[in-house]
T-cell receptor, first 112, second 112 residues
Framework: SQQGEEDPQALSIQEGENATMNCSYK?????LQWYRQNSGRGLVHLIL?????REKHSGRLRVTLDTSKKSSSLLITASRAADTASYFC????????????FGKGTKLSVIP | DAGITQSPRHKVTETGTPVTLRCHQT?????MYWYRQDPGHGLRLIHY???????DKGEVSDGYSVSRSKTEDFLLTLESATSSQTSVYFC???????????FGPGTRLTVT
């Protein structure tokens, strides 16, 4: 079963706008990760946020984590056409977990 | 890109035939994973390895077996391929338990 679920399933914005994607999960986690997948390619790791962190930045990416609501958001600021991709959140299952469970992803289209 | 390759990249096979997919890494990472990606299901874990000869089942392991005889290679075998195993298969590696994962380019398998 899916641990993480992204919302929305698809998002279309103009270049220069901000894009926000959300992820909800069901059980306690050690960390939550976000990945990007360009069409026909493997996933690329973007950012990892630990359960004791509330916010993390990496370049134009900002991730927040609310463990009380079991949710996370990924914000991409000043989007570019090259940001067009699918974005996935992935969660572990708590202490001692080897596995990540991926959501079904948000498909982002950035229109030039 | 992390040093991770998959072979073959594309394969068409007939129902009932055995198929082996290979994942090779040059990063000396301890953890290796096999996923399948299907429309509407996202990325699902098949099997994973936490060391040489140490493997375990993931969410969708039925019909698949794996072997890891050395750190750099992780093999996924479909003993008798079925049409339901038509998918894109991704290998991933990670340096630590529950940490970021690095993905290979994928293998597109079609079972006719």
């Amino acid at each position: 079963s899916q641990q993480g679920e992204e919302d929305p399933q698809a998002l279309s914005i103009q270049e220069g706008e901000n894009a926000t994607m959300n992820c909800s999960y069901k059980t306690s986690i050690n960390n939550l990760q976000w990945y990007r997948q360009n069409s026909g390619r493997g996933l690329v790791h973007l950012i990892l946020i630990r359960s004791n962190e509330r916010e993390k930045h990496s370049g134009r990416l900002r991730v927040t984590l609310d463990t009380s609501k079991k949710s996370s958001s990924l914000l991409i600021t000043a989007s570019r056409a090259a940001d067009t991709a699918s974005y996935f959140c992935a969660t572990d299952s708590g202490a001692g977990s080897y596995q990540l469970t991926f959501g079904k992803g948000t498909k982002l289209s950035v229109i030039p | 890109d992390a040093g991770i390759t998959q072979s073959p990249r594309h394969k068409v096979t007939e129902t009932g035939t055995p198929v082996t997919l290979r994942c090779h890494q040059t990063e000396n990472h301890r953890y290796m994973y096999w996923y399948r990606q299907d429309p509407g299901h996202g990325l699902r874990l098949i099997h994973y390895s936490y060391g040489v000869k140490d493997t375990d089942k993931g969410e969708v392991s039925d019909g698949y077996s794996v072997s890891r005889s050395k750190t750099e290679d992780f093999l996924l075998t479909l003993e008798s391929a079925t049409s339901s195993q038509t998918s894109v298969y991704f290998c991933a590696i990670s340096p630590g338990q529950g940490t970021e994962q690095y993905f290979g380019p994928g293998t597109r398998l079609t079972v006719t």
